[in-house]
Each structure stands twice: as C-alpha cells, then as structure tokens.
C-alpha cells in the first residue's frame, strides 16, 4: 500500500471513530486530576535578546556551546548558568525538558532578564483540567493553595470543580483564599528552524518545543493536603477516574534534611487507600520530565505499582528503562534506534511494573500497551483518536473548543514517519495488517497503534502531552 492509500485507510478511520470517542466521554461518571496546578509564564524565545546575554557573559556563553555539544546537565538550576545550560540542550536538540529551580537568585535573574509574555494555567493538573473541561463531563482538579491569582486561570465551565475545605464541589473561583503567587513556571518555547548564534556558532532547533524552568518552592514537597484526602475519600463514589501527576517537582534533598522518599511514601500510601475503598476507580500517572534517577526509583517503585496506567513520552521511556535494569533497551530508546528498541523497552516496562497499560506518546504517533481484559482493541484505538484529534486543534488554536472546533483537527496530515512507525511495527511483530490497524498482539500484549496528525505551525504546546495521556485514558479506559 502507498503512502496516499495508507493516509486514506487511516482518514477513514479517524471519521468512523471519532464519534464514538465524543460518544464515550459523554458518559464519563466524573474524571479527578492531581495532585499539581501552578501559574505558567510563556516566552516566545528572543534570539536577539540571548545573543545580547551570552555576549554579556563569556561563562553563561560556554555554557550555553557545552550544553548544544551534549555535556551533562544539572539536575536542577542553583544558578544562571543552569538555566542556559538546560534552554540549549532542549533548544539544540528540538526535545522538552523541565528542570526544578530550587535558588530563589536564580529565579530572580531568570525574571530579570529573561521574562515571561503573559501568565496562564500551568501545571499538569491545571493543563488537564482546563483543556478537558470543555468536554463536558463532571472534572475536579486539585489546586492548593487556591489563591485568587490561580483560580482566575482556570476556565470558567459549570461542571470544572474543586473539593472544598466543607467537602463541597465548588467552582474555583468561589472554593479561592487568599491572593498572591505562590509558583510560577516559566515556559521558553521555539519553533522549528529558530536559531541563536553563541560566539560565532549558529545553533538550530531541529523542531518546536519548550524548556521549562519551574520555580515553586510553596509545593516542591508534593504533600497532598489532609482535608482534601480526607475529603476525597469520602466523595471519591462519584467518579471514575484519577489522573496523577506532578511528581517532577520533588527534589532529592531538602534543607530540612529530609529527602523524596520522604513524600513519596505517604502519596503511595494514599493511591493504595484510594484503591482499596474505591476498587472501581481507574488511576492513572502521568509520567514527565524528571532529571534525578533516584526519584524516577522511587516512583517505579512506590507509585506505580498503585495505579493502574502510564503514560509518558519516547525521552521518559528512555530515562525510566534504566530504573527498572534494562540498561539495553534504554540506550537503545535513547538512540532511536527504531520500533524495535520503543517495543522492546515498552515490553521491559510492563513486565517489571504489573502495569495494565502504557500509553507513548511522540511526535507522529501514539503506542499503547494493554493487558487482555483491561479494555478493547477497538475501545483503545477510539480513545487514541479522540486524543489525537483534540491535539491536533488544540495546537493549532491553542484552545480547546466546542466539537465543530475540535473536528477542525481532522484536516491536518500525518508525516511519513509516523506512518513508517506503524509499517515498522507490523514488520516486527509478523502482523502486515497492523500498519493499517494498528491493533495487534504481540508477546502478551494488545499493542494499539495511530498515526498522528501534526500541525506544521503550532499556536502553544504546552500541556499537550497531558492532555493527550489524559483524553486518551479516559476514553479508552471503560469505568
């Protein structure tokens, strides 16, 4: 089959099983996403205004050349020159990266003289509850502290709640103490082709994406609040689904002298509560960037043997390998040596985790691992589109908008290769049909495939890969 055939076998499918998607989320009992929502500060990048800064400073200027050149990164940013260090190496390569700001003078000078455009919702959380809320199905988003400042972000939609101090659902804006910013997360995103010249190097992005430097020290504990678990517990009846996420910003160690493992535990201890009186609630974690190995540890073995399903990204599948001691799949992942290294480490992931499911997502095609019995083929595949298609808008718009809006994302294309992804798993698992499925069963897995649709000149990125892991899990994911 050519490519032009393959695009319209995969046309069709979208249209055929977009509806069923909008179909399964209207019948969504309720979703819940936590445990993190935040102030966001976008930056369009200004090459001028970095050349200006590098040329300023010699030492921030190397660093910015060592960092393009693969040199190892900080684990989190004490100085100026970690942030320089963490923008070039996410700029020079074209791929996301957060790191946690844990020196209030580097904060300042990233303030100072890097700035932000205009402030938005941020957070995994925030991301999620606002771009899910306007499918209309009941949503409760955890934010604590809820200043005025934060709650005025979240968008105003009648079924968008928060739990109450009292135990009630309340609209953001009416469950808000207090006003103030508390965190803040400064956003610097490019667009494939921009280019900085450091010392007489030219370095280009080889595509769009976004550096993330996350000061936020009012949360960086991850302590969930006792009247909000309280609470929850007792209401947690009446939904179906919980998105977990926000782990990336623990830090190893604490002034204090206490560590991650410290507020891991007791968030593990919670998920496990959770799941034992409320056994039919589905619980998802959001993978994302985490630089430190020993928290990645933690995670693999604290929280994810409490949730049910993963999501995260080729750079994150590459990273989390090496925590659970397959070494070779994750060089080979970080390589990009091909479907078969992303299916063989997937393979790893959900051996040694227990996992139901694990849910890829990258730039031109999702891949989602499911135990037989969790879901249907068919029901997963719908979730994905759904997901896609909601992408696909959302990044073109920057919103997500009413259904005629979000069917706007059907008129954008594939790239070949994700559609070579697709032929190339076929081609490793026995299975031809798959490239124009993408169902099949390999090993012990119902393996799900689809091709993207990517926009060529996206409005904002941000949060789009929590979107995409949370549609698609709750669509593809029957209460």
Known sequence: MNKAELRKTWDNIYQQELPDGFKAIQSVPGVVVGIHSVIDGLKR????????????????????????????????????KDFIMGLFSSFSRGKALQLMVREESAFNWMLNNIGYDFPRMGGTSGNMANSLASLGFPLMVYAHPLTEELADLFVKSPNLKVLAEDGRLNSPSEAAQGAGVKALH???????????????????????NRFIAAWN???????IDPTWKSNFLKNADQFSHFVVSGFHILSENYPDGTTYA??????????LQLRDTHPALRLHYEFASIASANIRKGIV???????????????????ILYNVGADR?????????????VMEGLDRLMRHTGLQRIQLHDLGYYLTFT?????PQTTTRKGLVLAATLAASRTATGKVGTRSEIEEGLHFTYTDAGLRRGEDIARFIGQPEFAVTGMGVWNDWQVTYLPTRVVPKPVLTVGLGDLISASAFVAGSPA
Request: charged share 25%; net charge negative.
């Open 45 to 80: 990048i200004d090459p001028a205004q970095i050349e200006a800064i590098l040329a300023a400073d010699p030492e921030l200027a190397d660093a910015a050349l060592a960092a393009a050149q693969g040199e190892s990164l900080p684990s989190e940013i004490h100085t100026p």
């Open 301 to 319: 073995d604290e929280i994810l043997p409490r949730v049910h399903s993963l999501g995260l990204n080729e750079v994150e599948l590459g990273a």
């Open 371 to 375: 135990r037989p019995g969790y879901a």
């Open 186 to 208: 400064m956003i610097v995103e490019y667009t494939t082709g921009d280019s900085i010249t450091v010392k007489g190097r030219t370095i280009t992005t080889p595509r769009s």
């Open 262 to 271: 410290d507020y891991l535990k007791p968030v593990a201890d919670f998920l």
């Open 217 to 223: 020290p009012v949360n960086n504990k991850l302590q």
């Open 329 to 341: 799949e994750a060089v080979a992942v970080q390589r990009e040596e091909g479907a078969a290294a």
